[in-house]
């Protein structure tokens, strides 16, 4: 059952953050080092951190609401933030002064990756179990 509550977390966070970038978009640009410029800028930042993090957490309540889209919404995280955790360690490596907010994003970043994987790995095992009710 505790799989389909972090979905629900994960839902909530997202919703969350793509509400404050609608809200703030100036502010949380910034708070990451962006800096959309002119209204193209600005309206892509809205459509990808507003519209973009709103339709995951939509995706992830999914996973919270209906039992049978956990598995996959797990699944989704997990192939979501293994690539941007992957490619944001590369990126610090080569790159100097990352800003706090960036840093702890990426710590929230690895808890998502490693709080998902043993969800996954839970509701999957879970799933695998043989049902003594089946013959």
């Known amino acids: 059952m505790w799989p389909r509550w972090w979905c629900g977390w994960m839902a909530l966070v997202y919703a969350g953050l793509g509400t404050w970038c609608l809200i703030d978009p100036h502010g949380t640009a910034q708070a990451v080092g962006f800096e959309p410029r002119g209204a193209s800028g600005l309206s892509e930042y809205l459509a990808v951190y507003g519209g973009l993090e709103w339709g995951m957490g939509l995706w992830f309540a999914c996973g919270a609401l209906k039992a049978r ?26 790159l100097e002064d990352l800003g706090t907010t960036t840093q702890v994003l990426a710590l929230a970043e690895v808890a998502i990756l490693l709080i998902s994987g043993i969800a996954w790995w839970s509701w999957a095992g879970k799933k695998a179990s043989p049902d003594p009710a089946q013959p």
């Open 69 to 94: 889209y956990t598995g996959a919404v797990l699944l989704s995280l997990l192939c979501l933030h293994a690539p941007i955790l992957l490619v944001r360690q590369i990126s610090g490596w080569f």
